[in-house]
């Protein structure tokens, strides 16, 4: 099966320089382990894994760690000799059969910097290909570097990741070299249970979180709709009663209209008969109220009416034109209103 990116990591560091590295979980616990036995001498270790280009993106990934029982220390210079070296690859070959060396590691007191030409003597010598990884680890600190070798140098790596999965071949060795090493298994798999525990606990809490945003995401987004409908409706209502208005104000006009006319021809019959009683009896009289039969008699000008304006309301009106508001009712009355507030801007009113 090929190997995709782990999905259950966790990151140490700035991870975005090339290579990426992955450290398996045991392998991590087991180097931490040997701290305890470094804060006497520096302890060197061999790196085993894998290198792959996942995601167009190198990755190294270290499934396993040989302890250097040959490593020694002569006037402060790190030294491994070839028989050593040819037995640990030996040994590494044994427990990590499906791994190739992928670099090595010093544990030990001080800092990286005073090791500089040594280490890449030791990296050039036996770890020399490209992509090859040096770790270093504070033995009283939790402080620890990664470097890849590459265009003839080693080059600090700025993070990488602990990643978890079954890792039976680097139990294994944990097991069998307890002695040696000084690392029983039942601290390592205290340490094991107490991550797996700790990292049970991150994933239910995050998908409680991811459940709960989820949740009030569906109820808000519930109430929005609802909020909506409402408004729809209420505007759907406010334009039904405007219509009704407006059909309301339209009848009325033609009322008028009709009125008007009616009072027109009435007044035209009253002048004609007037004009044949003037003719029959020969006498041609002027009446007081002959001024008056234009308008008097229901014939409706435009002074009988008021455009409304912009910002008016009938209080405002009967104001302006009667000099008070008690003429509102009889505005409302004689235009049919049911509502003072429903005028708009251009509207004739019928006056009182």
Same mark, same amino acid.
């Given at each position: 099966?090929?190997?995709?990116?782990?999905?259950?990591?966790?990151?140490?560091?700035?991870?975005?320089?090339?290579?990426?590295?992955?450290?398996?979980?045991?392998?991590?616990?087991?180097?931490?382990?040997?701290?305890?036995?470094?804060?006497?001498?520096?302890?060197?270790?061999?790196?085993?894994?894998?290198?792959?280009?996942?995601?167009?993106?190198?990755?190294?990934?270290?499934?396993?760690?040989?302890?250097?029982?040959?490593?020694?220390?002569?006037?402060?210079?790190?030294?491994?000799?070839?028989?050593?070296?040819?037995?640990?690859?030996?040994?590494?070959?044994?427990?990590?059969?499906?791994?190739?060396?992928?670099?090595?590691?010093?544990?030990?007191?001080?800092?990286?910097?005073?090791?500089?030409?040594?280490?890449?003597?030791?990296?050039?010598?036996?770890?020399?290909?490209?992509?090859?990884?040096?770790?270093?680890?504070?033995?009283?600190?939790?402080?620890?570097?990664?470097?890849?070798?590459?265009?003839?140098?080693?080059?600090?790596?700025?993070?990488?990741?602990?990643?978890?999965?079954?890792?039976?071949?680097?139990?294994?060795?944990?097991?069998?070299?307890?002695?040696?090493?000084?690392?029983?298994?039942?601290?390592?798999?205290?340490?094991?249970?107490?991550?797996?525990?700790?990292? %049970?606990?991150? *994933? !239910?809490?995050?998908? +409680? /979180?991811?459940?709960?945003?989820?949740?009030? @995401?569906?109820? =808000?987004?519930?109430?929005?709709?609802?909020?909506?409908?409402?408004?729809?409706?209420?505007?759907?209502?406010?334009?039904?009663?405007?219509?009704?208005?407006?059909?309301?104000?339209?009848?009325?006009?033609?009322?008028?209209?009709?009125?008007?006319?009616?009072?027109?021809?009435?007044?035209?019959? %009253?002048?004609? *008969? !007037?004009?044949?009683? +003037? /003719?029959?009896?020969?006498?041609?009289?002027? @009446?007081?109220? =002959?001024?008056?039969?234009?308008?008097?008699?229901?014939?409706?000008?435009?002074?009988?009416?008021?455009?409304?304006?912009?910002?008016?309301?009938?209080?405002?009106?009967?104001?302006?034109?009667?000099?008070?508001?008690?003429?509102?009712?009889?505005?409302?009355?004689?235009?049919?209103?049911?509502?003072?507030?429903?005028?708009?801007?251009?509207? +004739?009113?019928?006056?009182?």
């Amino acid at each position: 099966m090929e190997r995709q990116l782990p999905k259950n990591v966790r990151q140490i560091g700035n991870v975005s320089d090339n290579p990426k590295i992955y450290v398996e979980d045991y392998v991590d616990t087991y180097l931490n382990q040997l701290r305890e036995k470094a804060k006497e001498q520096p302890v060197g270790v061999i790196l085993a894994g894998e290198v792959l280009e996942l995601e167009d993106e190198k990755a190294v990934f270290v499934s396993g760690a040989v302890q250097m029982q040959e490593l020694s220390e002569k006037d402060g210079k790190l030294e491994i000799g070839q028989d050593g070296m040819k037995h640990m690859m030996e040994e590494a070959a044994q427990y990590f059969p499906e791994s190739h060396i992928v670099g090595w590691g010093i544990v030990e007191e001080g800092n990286p910097m005073s090791r500089n030409r040594e280490v890449k003597k030791i990296q050039e010598r036996e770890f020399g290909q490209e992509g090859s990884l040096f770790l270093w680890k504070n033995a009283r600190e939790q402080d620890e570097i990664f470097y890849a070798y590459k265009f003839g140098e080693l080059m600090q790596i700025g993070g990488h990741y602990i990643y978890y999965e079954k890792n039976p071949e680097m139990q294994n060795y944990m097991i069998n070299t307890r002695k040696e090493n000084g690392v029983t298994p039942s601290e390592v798999v205290e340490d094991r249970a107490a991550k797996n525990f700790r990292s %049970a606990v991150r *994933e !239910k809490m995050e998908y +409680k /979180e991811q459940h709960q945003s989820s949740a009030f @995401a569906y109820i =808000t987004s519930a109430v929005l709709v609802l909020i909506v409908l409402v408004i729809g409706i209420t505007t759907v209502n406010n334009f039904d009663k405007m219509k009704a208005v407006q059909n309301s104000l339209e009848t009325l006009s033609e009322t008028v209209g009709g009125g008007q006319a009616d009072a027109k021809t009435r007044t035209e019959t %009253a002048e004609t *008969e !007037k004009n044949n009683a +003037k /003719e029959a009896s020969g006498t041609v009289k002027k @009446a007081e109220g =002959t001024t008056t039969s234009e308008t008097s008699d229901g014939q409706l000008s435009d002074q009988d009416f008021y455009v409304v304006q912009k910002g008016e309301t009938l209080a405002g009106i009967s104001q302006k034109l009667y000099g008070d508001t008690s003429h509102v009712k009889a505005i409302c009355k004689m235009n049919g209103l049911s509502d003072g507030n429903l005028i708009y801007i251009g509207q +004739k009113l019928l006056l009182p």
